[in-house]
């Protein structure tokens, strides 16, 4: 193991590194637990100067309560879940499917296809901005959940299939080859066979395209406007507008619009991190 | 379904059936991303010679875009940015490395720091940018609180064409070092502890043995946290988006926010132009596509 392991080391250096841990750890967080503890400050505060002292009366119902009753949160967040979970689904149901077929068939053109998924992930995404959004309109999609989700699903297919085909190569072949002997169809080898053995690589990229997409800002902008269609990254923007210099205010949105991914890392993390790091080594 | 087919001759689908299904099973997928990602990427080449609003007849203007590029001084200022961004960002690797040294032990809740240290990850960039604002605030921001501490005067990291675009990287590294320590966590978990043992008793310690011994061996972390890093660095849009929405004086353009800017904002919708912009943000990503690609293959020449 390296570094040494501090149980190794004098007592001294054992307690120094007990002390050092949270020390870093509220450096290394610092910023968002200010904006925690604005969330929870009083208006006035900030009127004051009191931005970074402790907060003088606790306000947290009543900042929550403005942004879940008082302004379009409720609206965007909806919409982030509208627009994430279908997402999720299309993306992880056609990479599944093509890192099925270039992880287990062995065809003249597999690598070059591989290689067109991998390719295409790595793209920036303004090469694609001015066609995409003229087609979005072309098909009656501007301004739609639904143009969000169909461009998602088809970029996001690079990465999952990257992902799913060298999770499948290294499931052991001999499995399929023996369902072939016994002469089950490809399909059912696919849905039997194959499938259930995926079962960690499906919750690990669940739980990243989700974040992934909840988390997209720039497609957001792009495909949509207004609060009947925009997930909560680009309504947040809208929401600070509404409420400018209310820091307390723009805290609690920012804390409500972040937790959805947060939870999920929290909850899934052994999935979250597997999802991550795959191919981190060998 | 499964009774009949037995003793009939069997048909097309069934003899060409390995053949067959890889392309079934390709087949909606490889729809998505050719109309989505694939064909976009020859149309935004082509709109590049175009002179086009985005709604009426566009004009077909040769290279003058890129002629126009060549002497415009903002483009200029992108280009620049994007460098700084591609080196600065590059130290999310060490750091991330040395926060993954860091938390390498077994104490008691060490689980619980290593997920907490990855926690900006998970933010949106939007939110990670409102709270770098908030942080560089002139007067009020915890860094300007931080500064007068050492009686330093405040200051305006956001407002200043100077300063601005480092904060905003730094901002950029924040959620990118967690991303690579969480890589490199997972790569000194797979270690070979002989390899470090004989090593040490061949008298190795310290930073010998990380660069003889420990670096070497999380080559395949080190990779992936290059590809992630260089990828993010180019893309960086949502925070100078949130931050400084390109200013103070467009001095934290970058080539993705400049490209946005033309073709979409109040500027005007000047697609072409900003069509080409994207081309040659394109051309330098396919530099580093290419690399990433030879390396792939060569892996998969390997098995």
Known sequence: MFPRPIQTASPAAQSLYKTALPVALILWLLPLIAVAVFSIK?????????????????????????????????????????????????????????????????????????????????????????????????????????????????????????????FIRALPFP???????????????????????????????????????????????????????????????????????????????????????????????????????????? | MTTTSEPRPRGWYKRNEIAVTPWLFLAPAILFFLVYVIFPIFQSINISFYDWDGLGEARWVGFDNYVELADDSAFEVSLWNNFKWLIFYLLAIPAGLFIALFLNQTVTGIRIYKSLFFFPFVLSQVVVGLVFSWFYLPNEGLLSNALAWFGLGPLNVLGDPTWATYGII?????????????????????????????????????????????????????????????????????????????????????LSFYMFEKALSEYGFRMGYGAAIAVVLFLIMLMFIAYFLFSMYREEKGR
């Open chain 1, 42 to 166: 009083p208006a006035q505060d900030f009127t004051t100067g009191n931005y970074w002292g402790a907060p003088s009366s606790f306000e947290a119902a009543h900042n929550y309560g403005q942004v879940f009753f008082n302004s379009d949160m409720p609206r965007y967040m909806l919409n982030s879940f509208l627009i994430t979970i279908p997402t999720v689904i299309g993306a992880v149901a056609l990479s599944t499917m093509a890192g099925f077929a270039l992880g287990i068939y062995r065809f003249r053109s597999n690598l070059l296809i591989f290689f067109m998924f991998v390719a295409g992930n790595f793209v920036p995404f303004q090469i694609l901005m001015v066609p995409v959004r003229d087609l979005t309109l072309d098909m009656g999609l501007y301004n739609t959940k639904t143009g969000l989700v169909l461009f998602h699903i088809a970029f996001q297919t690079g990465f999952c299939t990257l992902f799913m085909r060298n």
């Open chain 1, 175 to 282: 499995l399929i080859e023996a369902a072939r002997v016994e002469g089950v169809a490809e399909w059912r080898i696919f849905w039997y066979v194959v499938l259930p053995l995926m079962k960690p690589a499906l919750a690990a990229l669940a739980v990243l395209i989700f974040t992934f997409i909840w988390n997209d800002y720039f497609w957001a902008v792009v495909l949509t406007q207004g609060p009947e269609s925009q997930p909560v990254t680009a309504g947040i923007t809208s929401f600070n507008a509404q409420f400018r210099a209310a820091y307390h205010l723009m805290s609690a949105g920012s804390i409500v619009a972040a937790l959805p991914p947060v939870l999920m890392f929290f909850l899934m993390q052994k999935h979250f991190i597997a999802g991550l790091t795959l191919g981190a080594v060998k």
């Open chain 2, 170 to 254: 730094a901002a950029g590294l924040w959620p990118q070092t967690a991303y690579c320590m969480i890589l490199y966590l997972t790569g000194l978990n797979a270690v070979d502890p002989e390899q470090v043992e004989a090593a040490r008793l061949d008298g190795a310690k310290g930073w010998k043995m990380l660069w003889y011994v420990i670096i070497p061996q999380l080559k395949p972390a080190t990779f992936i946290a290059f590809v992630v890093t260089i990828i993010g660095a180019l893309r960086s849009f949502d925070l100078i988006s949130i931050m400084t929405n390109g200013g103070p004086f467009g001095q934290t353009r970058v």
